[in-house]
């Protein structure tokens, strides 16, 4: 759904996929599965119409949505302006806690910090930056912060400042970082992004891994004017969002640097959010 409400649209309909190893697990875990993807469909307002699952080894479950949107009103990734500031919506380090509980290194309050996050919609977000008028956005998924926002600004002919002390993180992605608790996804990100990323002060570079972080059911990264922006930040507060926080700025190209440039200020953890 984040997909469509990256946009500024509003979900209307959903089709299931589920694999599930039912011969070995018991059938009431998918059950419980289900009821929990039906429970967040329905406070999208998005209709489940039916879908297909499958006996399989590995267990997985997505979604495929439908939404709608006046074309006219789209927020696209590539329309960033000089000027903007940058919002996420959601606390980063994700895939560093879901990576943890693979190894049976994280612990309960860490799951539910992370997954807490996870189940929360983007809706409120994407309302919002509709309100406030936002100017570019995409979602935080797979590619991590970095990647997501090298895609923004090399599609929009600009080039980006991150003050990573203002990034939000969990507070179980902070304690990954110290046990260098790094899934592969992060060193495929980071080579995939690192030829557009520029880091100014390497004083803590134990901490970059967390740009490039796979999220699962990240937060929503929105391009729009400074005013707006505080607005922005503030009303999403106010909804029990607590995390979302601005975290860089939109620059005009430059003679000196090409275009699609991310340039990360320092490399210190901010307070926790």
Known sequence: MSDVYAM????????????????ELDGSIMETMLRGAM???????????GGHSINDEEIKMGFAVTGLIEPDAAVRRETARPGDVLVLTKPLGMGMVSFAAQLGRAS??????????????????AELMIKHGAHACTDVTGFGLAGHLVEMV???????????SRLPVLDSARECLRNEILSGAV?????????W????????EENLPILYDPQTSG????????????????????RGHGSAAVFGRVTAKEPDRPEGRIIVTNSALGPPP
């Open 187 to 195: 060193e495929r990100n980071q080579e995939y992004a690192m030829a």
């Open 108 to 125: 309960p309050e860490a799951l539910d910090e992370a997954g807490g996050w996870m189940a929360r919609l983007n809706k409120d977000a």
């Open 154 to 164: 090399r599609r929009s002919g600009i080039n980006a400042e991150v003050d990573f």
């Open 39 to 49: 429970e967040k469909l329905a406070e999208a307002e998005c209709a489940l119409l």
């Open 8 to 23: 500024g649209g509003r979900p209307i309909t959903a089709l299931s996929v589920v694999a599930f190893p039912i011969d």
């Open 219 to 238: 937060g929503l990264l929105i391009a729009l004017p400074p005013e707006a922006a505080e607005k922005l930040v503030a009303d999403l507060h106010g």
């Open 197 to 204: 990323v520029e880091v100014a002060d390497l004083s803590h």
